[in-house]
């Protein structure tokens, strides 16, 4: 890596507000608000709006479409047949 041309990486709290839980990583991102973590050091803190501790798709509260029949219903809607496919 060339000196000093990157941006420093440090010890960073990212706070999820939706499923109220924290995380300790290592970012380039920098806060002025601080949070004393549970090893007793403090630690700038960023809230965010989702992370994987609420997002849908890590929870298993994702839904399924269901695309075959929303192409069929288009289909009845507009006047697409059979006949006119193939």
Same mark, same amino acid.
């Given at each position: 890596?060339?000196?000093?041309?990157?941006?420093?990486? &440090?010890?960073?709290?990212? &706070?999820?507000?939706?499923?109220? =839980?924290?995380?300790? /990583?290592? +970012? =380039?991102? @920098? +806060? =002025?608000?601080?949070? $004393?973590? $549970?090893?007793?050091? /403090? *630690?700038?803190?960023? @809230?965010? $709006?989702?992370?994987?501790?609420?997002?849908?798709? *890590? /929870?298993? &509260?994702?839904?399924?479409? @269901?695309?075959?029949?929303?192409? $069929?219903?288009?289909? #009845?809607?507009?006047?697409?047949?059979?006949?006119? #496919?193939?």
């Amino acid at each position: 890596m060339k000196a000093r041309i990157h941006p420093a990486s &440090r010890p960073v709290v990212f &706070r999820d507000r939706a499923a109220d =839980t924290a995380f300790l /990583t290592r +970012s =380039t991102a @920098d +806060s =002025t608000r601080t949070i $004393e973590w $549970e090893d007793g050091n /403090t *630690y700038p803190v960023i @809230d965010v $709006e989702i992370s994987s501790a609420s997002h849908p798709f *890590y /929870t298993g &509260r994702a839904r399924v479409l @269901d695309s075959a029949g929303r192409v $069929e219903r288009f289909e #009845r809607r507009y006047g697409r047949t059979a006949a006119a #496919r193939g």
